[in-house]
């Protein structure tokens, strides 16, 4: 049996008759996936000697979403007699055998990496794994909790979005919301999200404006939020559900002249 590796165009590789996944992720996930391919390819996808693939599908998916037909991929290309029967063998065994990274090992790892790049932001280092800005933001505010939230993430208890929450509250209240989500009187991120929303409010009067104006420093971008009076958590709220329509219109390969008619819409029946 032998075994060749080079690059060839991803828009040469061919996807198996009898290929079983139907659900390859979000665009944005395949995007991330192509990016991270294409920058550092650490595992070759496997092909026979007429391109077909053998493993890597969703590797091709996204490296030809973000670099088009013409990028160029690493491949092993193999000798080695495979019919349709052993192809499925090899898509089972390998989504089987595939272990991710728990959160809290995620937490670990992006840690030390920064100890290892003292000079990079989050954001940099963000974009060479594959990780925005704001999710390195939640990822990282495990370093702001208590020892005993530490420990409960890191043997799976707390989740990213559960210790984010954590993370904004004193380390005594910290110890009390962890009581309370080990005896199960807190059982969800939502019900854990408005105790601790309750809680900070609860220690002075927040403040409220009628009108928010801020720039985007990213982009110059000028982004006026009106309506009624609302906090800084307010306005925290209604931007992330905004985000999250945002994400689901371009999933859904809407432009913006029909994202915008989709909000009318939306804003139309809350109001009538």
Known sequence: MARKFLMIKVGLLKQAAHYIRKDMGTEEELRQLGRSYLKRPVNAIICSSDYVMEDGNRRKAGAQLVGGPDAEVLVCITDEPIDESGRLEIMIQTAIHTRAISAYEEYIGISQLKERNPGATDEQLGERI???????????????????????????????????????????????????????????????????????????????????????????????????????????????????????????????????????????????
């Open 130 to 272: 594959g990780r925005k800005p704001a999710m390195m933001s939640r990822i990282l505010s495990l370093g702001r909790c208590v020892p005993a939230v530490k420990e409960a993430a890191a043997t799976g208890l707390l989740g990213i979005t559960e210790w984010n929450e954590f993370s904004k509250c004193s380390e005594q209240r910290q110890h009390e919301l962890l009581a309370e989500w080990q005896t199960g009187r807190i059982t969800s991120r939502d019900d854990l999200a408005r105790v601790v929303k309750k809680s900070r409010s609860g220690s002075k009067p927040a403040v409220k404006v009628s009108r928010v104006n801020f720039v985007l420093p990213s982009s110059g971008v000028k982004v006026v939020v009106s309506g009624a009076g609302q906090s800084l958590d307010d306005l925290h709220e209604s931007l992330s559900e905004s985000l999250r329509e945002v994400r689901k219109a371009r999933d859904q390969a809407m432009d913006i002249r029909a994202f915008q008619a989709v909000m009318a819409s939306k804003n139309k029946k809350r109001t009538d």
